[in-house]
């Protein structure tokens, strides 16, 4: 890959934007170019997810919910769709890999490419990043942001820098220039602590680090990371694009807005739980072999119980068969518990598995009720259809851990489109 425009950039870091929220405005037009928030409501909820619009108010990920409608009161709360985010970065990462089979997944959302192997086919890395954004937004209808450099490091800062919906070339003789000016906790490995330490030298940018040496580094931050950090500040990162495994594990767990120490309860949130779980499962073609469930008490204690099954499966009902057993099994009685989770681990391919057959067992079953609620949830958005339990007597999801369901916090328009939304149908438990 020899174009003089990238000379020595080989490696991309491709990040969509807003990629939770970016999702929810392409199922729901209607929202494009307002203040769009995914995440939990009530007290407890958190932002996972927000669009520019938001962040134009001060809104991040992992800010309370609470707090980012103090800010931004117009903003629409959505609870999020984990199997339709999953779904549609199976499909972005499918697209990477028809580029490179070098392909570094870091999150749902963003990877590493190495596309040295590429150039023949496809143009310099600079002509690749731009066909790969053009591809995103043409197939998925969202946007990302795109970093070439000749390191990993280098390229994961450009990509942030061009955010939204840019692309920014280093090329090596550049990299001084990009690097030197940036504050240091730009730096990876640099937490608040760190970077505090590192204020406290009079340390404040990237250049100023990068001329202290190694070994007075090394005592103000130690050994390891005094080496990691000279290294970086000069933008020496040898590290590879190395592919990934697939994810071993996946799941859900909800922080309810009160203490809650109804077993009732928080049997309808493992239900709940469960079923978001599986239809991530099934959104990855994955079986989990393993059920775990976390239990988070009001004191923050928290414990967590497992249970391999006989069958690897995604079916939400077994998952929640599961997980209520675990619970029950706890013999809490009416403690007060402030966090319950569901995780499905030791996922295999569920292509390759082999299918065991039941005695007696009906043609269609359960797994065909869920795969036709994944079907409605992509079409009418999530809990379209859900077992009924999960019903308020409204006839409208909920539950009281729920925050998913009840529209707290949610815009006035939100609520309004709660109301007069599709029909949720219900499915029986069995």
């Not at 929810?24 to 997810?49: C, F, K, M, Y």
């Not at 040496?213 to 190395?242: F, I, K, M, N, Y």
């Not at 994810?247 to 949130?269: L, M, Y």
């Not at 067992?361 to 036709?372: D, Q, V």
């Amino acid at each position: 890959m020899g174009s003089g425009r990238v000379a020595g950039c080989t490696i991309l870091h491709v990040d969509m934007d807003a990629f939770f929220a970016s999702v929810e405005v392409r199922r729901r037009p209607d929202l494009a170019g307002t203040p769009v928030i995914v995440g939990g409501a009530g007290n407890r909820g958190v932002v996972t997810s927000a669009t520019y619009e938001a962040r134009r108010y001060g809104v991040h990920a992992a800010m309370p919910t609470a707090r980012a409608l103090r800010l931004c009161p117009t903003a629409t709360v959505l609870p999020g769709d984990m199997a339709l985010y999953s779904e549609v970065s199976r499909s972005v990462m499918a697209l990477f890999r028809s580029i490179t089979p070098l392909v570094e997944p870091l999150s749902l959302d963003e990877a590493f490419l190495d596309v040295s192997g590429a150039g023949r086919r496809l143009g310099d890395a600079a002509e690749i990043g731009e066909y790969i954004r053009a591809r995103v937004f043409d197939e998925q209808g969202i946007t990302c942001s795109v970093g070439v450099a000749g390191t990993k490091f280098v390229a994961k800062l450009a990509s942030t820098r061009a955010k939204p919906d840019g692309m920014l070339v280093v090329r090596p003789p550049e990299v001084m220039d990009f690097l030197h000016p940036l504050p240091v906790g730009a730096l990876w490995g640099v937490g608040p602590k760190t970077e505090e330490q590192l204020l406290r030298l009079g340390l404040r940018t990237v250049g100023d680090l990068a001329h202290v040496p190694a070994r007075t580094l090394q005592r103000a931050v130690g050994a390891t990371s005094g080496s990691h950090l000279h290294e970086l500040s000069w933008g020496r990162d040898p590290r590879r694009v190395v592919p990934h495994e697939p994810e071993k594990s996946t799941g859900h767990e909800e922080t309810f807005g009160t203490d809650v120490d109804d077993p009732v309860v928080i049997h309808r949130e493992l239900l709940l739980l469960a079923e978001r779980t599986a239809g991530r499962l099934r959104a990855g073609g994955w079986l989990a072999r393993t059920v775990s469930i976390k239990v988070r008490f009001a004191d923050f204690a928290t414990i967590t119980r497992s249970r391999t099954l006989d069958v690897p499966t995604d079916v939400g009902q077994e998952l929640y068969d599961t997980a209520r057993a675990l619970y029950d099994a706890l013999g809490l009685e009416r403690a007060r518990i402030r966090l319950v989770g569901v995780r499905a681990e030791r996922l295999i391919d569920a292509g390759s598995a082999p299918q065991q057959l039941e005695l007696g067992a009906r043609e269609r079953g359960r797994r065909e009720a869920e795969l036709a609620a994944d079907r409605a949830a992509r079409r009418f958005g999530a809990g379209a259809v859900r077992p009924a339990t999960l019903l308020h007597r409204s006839g409208r999801p909920g539950g009281q851990g729920g925050q998913e369901w009840s529209g707290q916090g949610a815009s006035a328009g939100q609520r309004a489109r709660n109301r007069s939304g599709p029909p949720v149908v219900a499915y029986p438990e069995e």
